[in-house]
């Protein structure tokens, strides 16, 4: 396995430091072709989260945006109406990490596609510009729903419907990407110590997280998309450390 590290705390921000030795050294039980890239606080895989997450230690939370099993699409054009989710075909990635989860979790998921065994459940109001769907019925698939399960959350009783609008294509760099202000608001209510996103795509979970001073550990399957959270990660470190 590879491992880079890119802006210590400490030592002002460098650049992934692909190829040199001292930094790449294996980790006990991960698998070869894997790539870990340590950012501060954040520790991000490149490779199968089904073969990672069983070589992590403890985490506290997981907070996450698994594949929905509905293998989605846009249906309006534009950059991402042909999009492919890795995973998406079914909801087995979903069911699977569930089945394993031993700490409290917070999952995405569809309205159309059968919920996880769950404590609770809220609604992600996603906003006006959102829900082409059937544009001859006259009520818009807007919303998704987020899944909680376990115990430890806190904070103010607020309501179960999060109005926070989604990005709009133009600004995403994921075709799923999920708003920064929204992870923000769950992650506030987590319990303490390390989250993990075992799907992180465009690493939105690990952007909130570190913003929060929390700890986080994210695992994302495409390079694409690795390479994209590894960069934004990167750049909320940043801003982090500015203030
Ligand atoms: C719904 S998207 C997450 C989007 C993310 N919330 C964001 O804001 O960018 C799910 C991600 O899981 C990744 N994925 C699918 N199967 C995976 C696996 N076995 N291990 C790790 N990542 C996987 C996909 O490539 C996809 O980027």
Do not use: Q
């Given at each position: 396995m590879?491992?880079h ?17 001292s930094?790449?050294?294996?980790v006990?039980?991960?698998?070869e ?7 501060g606080?954040a ?6 989260c089904l073969?990672i997450?069983?070589t992590?230690?403890?985490v506290?939370?997981?907070?996450t945006d698994?594949p ?8 309006r054009g ?5 999009f492919?989710?890795a995973?998406?075909?079914?909801t087995?990635l979903?069911d ?15 309205p159309r ?7 609770a459940?809220?609604v992600?109001n996603?906003?006006?510009h959102t ?6 019925f006259?009520?818009?698939?807007d919303f998704?729903e987020?899944y909680?399960n376990?115990d430890g959350?806190?904070?103010p009783?607020?309501s179960?419907?999060l109005?926070v ?13 999920k ?7 769950l ?20 952007v909130?997280?570190v913003q929060?001073?929390?700890?986080f550990?994210?695992?994302e399957?495409e390079?694409?998309?690795?390479d994209i959270a590894c960069r934004?990660?990167?750049d909320a470190q940043?801003q982090?450390?500015l203030f």
């Open positions: 590879k491992t590290t890119r802006g210590n705390p400490t030592h002002g921000l460098s650049k992934i430091s692909k190829g040199i030795p930094l790449l050294h294996a006990a039980g991960v698998p072709m894997t790539e870990r890239v340590v950012i606080d520790v991000l895989y490149h490779g199968d073969e997450l069983p992590l230690g403890r506290d939370c997981v907070v698994p929905y099993g509905c293998s989605a699409t846009t249906g534009g950059a991402y109406d042909k492919e989710i995973g998406d075909k079914d087995g979903r699977w990490l569930v089945s394993v989860l031993s700490c409290p979790w917070i999952m995405f998921g569809s596609i059968p919920r996880p065994p769950c404590k459940v809220l992600w996603k906003g006006e829900g082409m769907g059937d544009l001859s006259p009520w818009k698939p998704e987020i909680i376990g959350f806190a904070g009783r607020t179960s419907v109005a609008n989604a990005r709009k294509d133009s600004g995403r760099e994921h075709p799923t990407e708003p920064v202000h929204l992870l923000s608001a992650i506030r209510k987590c319990p303490p110590g390390t989250i993990l996103d075992p799907f992180m795509g465009s690493g939105t979970t690990g909130a997280a929060m001073g929390r700890k550990i994210g695992i399957i390079r694409k998309y690795f934004r990660i990167d940043k982090v450390r």
